[in-house]
């Protein structure tokens, strides 16, 4: 949740630390410092606030470090401020760090130390490592000792005063990546911090650590043994990590949906054989008895989509499962369950419990994931990349896009291999597929229609999104966004649900997004319109292009594109994302760093 960088090179430290703080803000936004290596000592900055007000802190002061370490904070242990910020030092100031993670038995260490004498500045977990990290030995020593001390998760980037123009990095459940530049190096929680100079790099395991300076690198294990270690080159392009032009990143990445699409299916769906392929899945087994799709917000209502894709086209029973939920559990499984752990960052703390815990159980794993190396992917069996690109905007959008995406396509690949697939619909489906991405730039190309809605919606303080079917997870979806960003209180439900006690909220100040999707439950979600409008709630309806009966019920609407009923949640969700993205704007949110929330959810 926090963001991490370090470098050490040949440009001035503070710029690289800067700029990699900015890529890193949407991890944690709280509060933000650095510490550099200056004249032999360090120096340690940092503020309560947004990078921002960092920066004006360091405005008018010269540094001149080639080697330093930085931090944005997302608040766990101790209130966002000054002295709770990162970089922490320990008493003596001879050594500077920053954390990621927490640090479970944090109390019973800080007895012990300051029982010993040792003064604190913080209340945060991290301070402890700081001390603990003091004495006597090479600092290499005094981190392989410090280490077995430790409980709970930690990335951590480390630069001591006794030698200049070194970093130290640690990994243990949280993420950390060495990026390899020409005679400069990074160390950073996440690859966009250092994509500006480098695509190369090492994803560093559980339990290792890392020593940098300008001249090269090295890679041990905690219990002092040199690893060897391969260089990735991560297929990310710079210029995806900026704004390119859009007010935020959010909106940036709903508009790169249609081409996030298409790259989800290249290589995956060929045409001319009337097959999907997948070719990371080539000793895939088609023998699995059940499948249980474990995930967390967003990603989890990409797994409910999944089950029905996969229910549908596989005939094998899919459970969905909050993987908070699940980790706690004493779930049943065997070698027979496929567990599909869908993450985009692969970092999410309860989705990798999740998966430790089933493969435990004997269970196998495949994991649909966006980030190349991450931590989920080291642990499944199989992986399949959603090809999203970096996603940045706190709100995840288009890695949802490629979620959905994905859990259909492994739905028809292994319907297909296992003969459950009802005859001519694959066939359909790779008629209509490449027709998607057009029909979403239609819907993009509305955009201020969606605006013009939002404008008459923002002051409403209760929205219920409802949907039936493949329109079940796009309503709590569409909530999610809309609550996550624009902090008004927003319920997914299923429509036919409402009887049972939401339409109780009904009134003319509550608004209702209606999803009306295909086929026999289209008439049951325009039943559920009706009932809203007798208790004169306000409704917006989304519905397929032309569909003149929801349009004389609805007080207003909002068209798709008409495609097979299976993809029209690939379509229905760029005006959801939209609506929610207008709604928060007009109401003068932040966005790209909506408040409490971080991006990768590395803690628990
Ligand atoms: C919502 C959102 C979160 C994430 C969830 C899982 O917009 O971004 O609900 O979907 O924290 O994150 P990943 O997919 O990285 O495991």
Known sequence: MCGIIGYVGEREALCVLLGGLRRLEYRGYDSAGVALQEKGRIVVVRKVGKIGVLEQELAGK???SRCGIGHTRWATHGVPADHNAHPHTDCRKTL?????????????????????????????????????????GSPLERILRTLPLLEGSYALCILFAEEPGVLYGVRQFSPLILGIGD???????????????????????????????????????????????????????????????????????????????????????????????????????????????VACGTACHAGMLGKLYLEDFVHVPVDVEYASEF???????????????????????????????????????????????????????????????????????????????????FGLFWGKRKGTLPPGTMESLLEEMPTLPRKMRTLLSREEDI????????????????????????????????????????????????????????EPDVASFVLVGQGERRLKVLGNIEEIKARRGKVIALCDEGDGEVRGKADYVVEIPKTLEVFSPLLAIVPLQLFAYYVALEKGCDVDQPRNLAKSVTVE
């Open 62 to 64: 010269t540094f001149t």
């Open 327 to 409: 980790r706690y559990r004493d779930p049943l499984l065997d070698e027979k369950t496929l567990v599909l752990a869908i993450s985009q960052s692969g970092e999410t703390a309860d989705t990798l419990r999740a998966v430790e815990l089933a493969k435990q159980k004997g269970a196998r794993i495949l994991a649909v994931c966006n980030v190349l190396g991450s931590s989920l992917t080291r642990l499944a069996d199989w992986t399949v990349y959603t090809r999203a690109g970096i996603e940045i905007g706190v709100a995840s959008t288009k890695a949802f896009l490629a979620q959905m995406t994905v859990l259909l396509l």
């Open 183 to 293: 005679g400069e190096y990074f160390l950073a929680s996440d690859v966009p911090a250092f994509l500006e100079y480098t695509r190369k790099a090492v994803f560093l395991e559980d339990g290792e650590i890392v020593r940098v300076s300008k001249d090269g690198w090295e890679v041990f294990h905690r219990t002092g043994e040199k690893c060897s270690k391969t260089v990735f080159t991560v297929p990310w392009d710079p210029v995806s990590a900026e704004r390119g032009g859009f007010k935020h990143f959010m909106l940036k990445e709903i508009h790169e949906q249609p081409r996030v699409f298409e790259d989800t299916i290249a290589g995956r769906v060929n045409l001319a054989r009337g097959e999907v392929e997948f070719e990371e899945l080539e000793d895939f087994p088609l023998d699995f008895s059940r499948v249980v799709a």
């Open 96 to 136: 500077a760090l920053v954390h990621n993670g927490i640090i479970e038995n944090y109390r019973a260490l800080r007895e012990r130390l300051l029982a010993e004498g040792h003064r604190f500045l913080s209340e945060t977990d991290s301070e402890v490592v700081a001390h603990l990290l003091e004495g006597d």
């Open 451 to 506: 605006h013009v809605l939002a404008r008459e919606f923002y002051l409403f303080k209760d929205f219920l999104y409802l949907g039936r079917g493949l329109y079940y997870p796009l309503a709590l979806e569409g909530a999610l966004k809309l609550k996550e960003i624009s902090y008004i209180h927003a319920e997914g439900l299923a429509a036919g649900e409402m009887k049972h006690g939401p339409i109780a909220l009904i």
